[in-house]
């Protein structure tokens, strides 16, 4: 018998719900449980995020209980690399990288997200990105805008690709299309899960 097909309609429905129900799941986690993630996750990418004379980092302003990673990449920063912020330059295109450091000025990007003010793109050979949810195979399930896939297509090299979240948000899958692309890595407080593609 073959394996009945899911129609594209009806995993875009799923994975709204889905979505919905991980990032409820997420706000109800309390702030003991939140900051002892958060120094776990922080700890392990000490180990696992390569620092060489060209290492660029691109993070994430955190929003949504999502893992603050801004300490961790003053460290990187203070190690000689250096880091960048996603921009949103035109809604449905891939973003662009723009160069971070504490105290630059900042202003409000799209969705109230905040961005360098002084447009300086950079090419991160690192990527740390955040997950709703993810999969056994490393497929993330993020906000619905499909910004990192379209980002992660045109990126030459491609970076090393790390997912960061919580454990709660493991899945069986995400039920991946042709456009999805999987982690490196994803790192959560229960550990690192490496992916061979």
Same mark, same amino acid.
């Given at each position: 018998m073959k394996p009945?097909?899911?129609? =594209?309609?009806?995993?875009k429905s799923w994975r709204r719900t889905q979505r919905s129900e991980l990032l409820q799941q997420r706000a109800q986690l309390s702030r003991d449980q939140r900051n002892s993630a958060q120094s776990t996750i922080n700890e392990t990418l000490c180990d696992h995020v390569p620092l060489t004379a060209d290492t660029c980092v691109g993070f994430y302003w955190p929003i949504k209980a999502e893992i603050d990673l801004r300490k961790l990449i003053t460290h990187f920063l203070n190690a000689g690399a250096l880091a960048a912020l996603p921009v949103v330059i035109e809604k449905a295109s891939p973003v662009e990288f723009w160069h971070w450091q504490p105290g630059i000025p900042m202003q409000t990007g799209i969705w109230n997200i905040p961005i360098p003010k002084q447009r300086q793109p950079l090419q991160p050979t690192v990527l740390l990105i955040p997950?709703? %949810?993810?999969? =056994?195979? %490393? $497929?993330?399930?993020? $906000? %619905?805008?499909?910004y990192y896939d379209r980002t992660l297509e045109q990126l030459t090299p491609i970076p090393l690709k790390i997912g960061i979240g919580f454990e709660m948000a493991r899945i069986p899958t995400i039920h991946p299309q042709a456009h999805d692309i999987p982690m490196d890595l994803i790192v959560t407080e229960a550990g690192v899960t490496r992916y061979n593609y």
């Amino acid at each position: 018998m073959k394996p009945q097909m899911i129609s =594209t309609s009806h995993i875009k429905s799923w994975r709204r719900t889905q979505r919905s129900e991980l990032l409820q799941q997420r706000a109800q986690l309390s702030r003991d449980q939140r900051n002892s993630a958060q120094s776990t996750i922080n700890e392990t990418l000490c180990d696992h995020v390569p620092l060489t004379a060209d290492t660029c980092v691109g993070f994430y302003w955190p929003i949504k209980a999502e893992i603050d990673l801004r300490k961790l990449i003053t460290h990187f920063l203070n190690a000689g690399a250096l880091a960048a912020l996603p921009v949103v330059i035109e809604k449905a295109s891939p973003v662009e990288f723009w160069h971070w450091q504490p105290g630059i000025p900042m202003q409000t990007g799209i969705w109230n997200i905040p961005i360098p003010k002084q447009r300086q793109p950079l090419q991160p050979t690192v990527l740390l990105i955040p997950l709703v %949810g993810f999969d =056994t195979k %490393g $497929y993330r399930l993020g $906000y %619905g805008g499909g910004y990192y896939d379209r980002t992660l297509e045109q990126l030459t090299p491609i970076p090393l690709k790390i997912g960061i979240g919580f454990e709660m948000a493991r899945i069986p899958t995400i039920h991946p299309q042709a456009h999805d692309i999987p982690m490196d890595l994803i790192v959560t407080e229960a550990g690192v899960t490496r992916y061979n593609y």
